[in-house]
């Protein structure tokens, strides 16, 4: 276990900067083409309007041992790929049974989870919500507002991410614009 000396971070609650500066994921419409339901209009929107940024991750990166606690603010930007609203590409964490916090910051959001059960949730989360991601629970996050969605996690550093079930099999629920408002539909597409 390494000895790590105790430190903070500042936190801009609208954008999710962190002070002093981390390491920063950014993920764009080319590397989630392949997720949005309207695979169509993903194309069209790289090829007509560039690779627009989707979200992007600032974290606060630990040694992948027991009892390291990392976190990480999370941007995503709003907008749509079609009806879908922006999202991540959404995880089941490697060790299953590790669990993690989700606190809003700024904007408005979805917090889907599903279980390789069957079981869904969707949790609506606004600045102040804090949100339980059980352990066995996949999780993906979608801007519903006309704002960026910012929020905050606090996970186990084992738990580690498995990103490939999501990217390979979907995930159960789309968040589409319906009759001018987000709603949850099932993803006629799931495997
Ligand atoms: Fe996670």
């Given amino acids: 276990m390494s000895l790590i000396q105790p430190f903070k971070s500042e936190i801009d609650f609208a954008t999710g900067d962190l002070s002093p500066q981390r390491a920063t994921l950014r993920r764009r419409l080319s590397d989630m083409k392949l997720m949005y339901a309207d695979r169509n209009e993903a194309a069209r929107i790289l090829s007509e309007e560039g ?7 600032q974290g606060v990166e630990l040694p992948e041992e027991e009892g390291q606690i990392p976190h990480c603010t999370t941007r995503i930007l709003p ?3 079609g009806d879908e609203y922006h999202m991540t590409k959404g995880h089941y964490h490697a060790r299953r049974e590790q669990g993690e916090v989700y606190f809003g910051l700024s904007g408005r959001g979805y917090l889907l989870l599903q279980t390789d ?3 869904t949730s969707e949790i609506e989360m606004v600045a102040g919500s804090a949100a339980y991601v059980p352990p066995y629970w996949a999780h993906r996050t979608v801007n519903i507002g006309a704002e960026d969605f910012v929020f905050f ?4 550093a084992r738990a580690g991410h498995d990103y490939g079930t999501i990217e390979r099999d979907g995930f159960r629920m789309l968040v589409l614009l319906r009759d001018g408002q987000p709603t949850v539909v099932d993803n006629p597409k799931y495997v």
């Fill in 51 to 57: 690779d627009r940024l989707i979200y992007e991750v």
């Fill in 117 to 119: 059960s069957g079981q």
């Fill in 79 to 81: 907008g749509r790929v």
């Fill in 153 to 156: 996690s606090v996970w186990e």
